[in-house]
T-cell receptor, first 111, second 112 residues
Framework: DSGVTQTPKHLITATGQRVTLRCSPR?????VYWYQQSLDQGLQFLIQ???????AKGNILERFSAQQFPDLHSELNLSSLELGDSALYFC??????????FGNGTRLTVT | TQLLEQSPQFLSIQEGENLTVYCNSS?????LQWYRQEPGEGPVLLVT?????EVKKLKRLTFQFGDARKDSSLHITAAQPGDTGLYLC????????????FGSGTKLNVKP
């Protein structure tokens, strides 16, 4: 158990809809990272938050947004969903120089 | 172009064989991690290496960090079906430890 919790585990929705993915980092970790992984592909970095502030942005679409709350949990909002957004979305957390610890992901299916 | 190039992309071997996965870069890393990911699950941290030339062992897995801290390798001895999965390397550069660069992964299939 990595200590990183993601909900929901699965999400099925229709094109054009909006969803929210939630992540609770490991206790003590200040940084939260979001990644997208499409079928049989590597991890694509989306965005990083550190102690409530956006720290770095990757290949995140304008239709996607995220935030980190005072209790350090984070949410990733995906709107105007398209079929191509179907993927696994992972959250990872770390603190200082420590490596990333990943949650088990949310599998999003857009129909 | 990815900062970390991982090879091979795919590897299908018989149980009992040995294999090596490589992770290479032209950049210097302050630390490098190896993860294993099983289908539908999150990557699980196997090891972190931080010192040039460092070698770490985890049962049948041997991890090496290059002397110049630009490359790493993962060697599996006598592979077993339970080793099947996606192996990812990731690194942090000296000037920005908040940023993690990932290789594209090596998909390993060990046949019984």
């Amino acid at each position: 158990d990595s200590g990183v919790t993601q909900t929901p585990k699965h999400l099925i929705t229709a094109t054009g809809q909006r969803v929210t993915l939630r992540c609770s980092p490991r206790s003590g970790d200040l940084s939260v990272y979001w990644y997208q992984q499409s079928l049989d592909q590597g991890l694509q970095f989306l965005i990083q938050y550190y102690n409530g502030e956006e720290r770095a942005k990757g290949n995140i679409l304008e239709r996607f947004s995220a935030q980190q709350f005072p209790d350090l949990h984070s949410e990733l909002n995906l709107s105007s969903l398209e079929l191509g957004d179907s993927a696994l979305y992972f959250c990872a957390s770390s603190v200082g120089l420590s490596p990333l610890h990943f949650g088990n992901g949310t599998r999003l299916t857009v129909t | 172009t990815q900062l970390l190039e991982q090879s091979p992309q795919f590897l299908s071997i018989q149980e009992g064989e040995n294999l090596t996965v490589y992770c290479n870069s032209s950049s210097v890393f302050s630390s490098l991690q190896w993860y294993r990911q099983e289908p539908g699950e999150g990557p699980v941290l196997l090891v972190t290496v931080v010192t040039g030339g460092e070698v770490k062992k985890l049962k049948r897995l041997t991890f090496q960090f290059g002397d110049a801290r630009k490359d790493s390798s993962l060697h599996i001895t006598a592979a077993q079906p339970g080793d099947t999965g996606l192996y990812l390397c990731a690194g942090q550069v000296e000037y920005n430890f908040n940023k993690f660069y990932f290789g594209s992964g090596t998909k390993l299939n060990v046949k019984p």
